[in-house]
């Protein structure tokens, strides 16, 4: 398998954080932002939209990360990162859904480049646009948590789900973006038990190979 992203990308890293925690080998392909190379032709041949993460398996080329995610909890079923009951699916999917739709996309860099390109608005303005929703989303999850008394150190249960993978990426992101995540204790453990784990940390965007070193 090929995996066409970016090192800082939450999509690819969502995805990476899966494909660790199913234990399977990639090719790591990078595809730089910072330079445009997802405009190019060469990688819209690979996904029109021009966005990564792509994964390439054989012939077959998947992109949009929730549809990588759930053919590879498919394709590898083990370790499961979903529960068997139907209505605790639910419960992970949209607790990955409240990041991977309502929180990451208006904040990506499409959305902050168009905020500061197209409707001139200064970094104080985008920073405070990445806050307001960020914080939204994070109000409203850790609500979520701390009615799940079942819950044992992640989103759900004692072990990862895609719930976990989606989170960790966004809570980089927080991070970025210079948000205050004392109001999220719960979320901060789902961190903290998370980043034990070399999924997680294999996967963290400064390791890398196209992450610029860290000064």
Not at 65 to 72: G, N, V
Not at 81 to 86: R, S
Not at 100 to 126: M, S, T, W
Not at 195 to 211: E, G, H, S
């Amino acid at each position: 398998m090929k995996l066409y992203n970016f090192f800082r990308s939450g999509t690819s890293h969502r995805t990476r954080i899966v494909l660790n925690l199913k234990g399977l080998d990639y090719d790591y392909v990078a595809v730089s932002l910072a330079k445009e190379e997802h405009l190019q032709p060469a990688f819209k041949a690979l996904n029109p939209q021009g966005l990564v993460p792509v994964l390439q398996t054989d012939d077959t080329l998947l992109f949009q990360s929730p549809a990588i995610i759930e053919w590879l909890e498919e394709q590898y079923p083990d370790p499961a990162l979903l529960p068997k009951d139907p209505f605790e699916r639910a419960h992970v999917r949209a607790l990955a859904a409240m990041v991977g739709c309502d929180i990451h996309p208006i904040n990506n860099r499409r959305i902050l480049q168009y905020l500061r390109n197209e409707l001139h608005q200064d970094e104080e303005a985008v920073l405070t646009w990445c806050k307001q929703w960020i914080n939204d989303g994070f109000t409203a999850l850790e609500q979520i948590l701390s009615e799940d008394k079942s819950r044992q150190g992640f989103c759900f249960g004692d072990t990862p789900t895609i719930a976990d993978a989606y989170l960790i990426p966004q809570i980089e992101s927080a991070k970025r973006f210079e948000v205050d995540l004392t109001p999220y204790p719960l979320i901060r453990e789902v961190e903290a038990n998370c980043m034990q784990l070399p999924a997680f940390i294999d996967a963290a965007p400064f390791k890398q190979p196209d992450a610029p070193a860290k000064v």
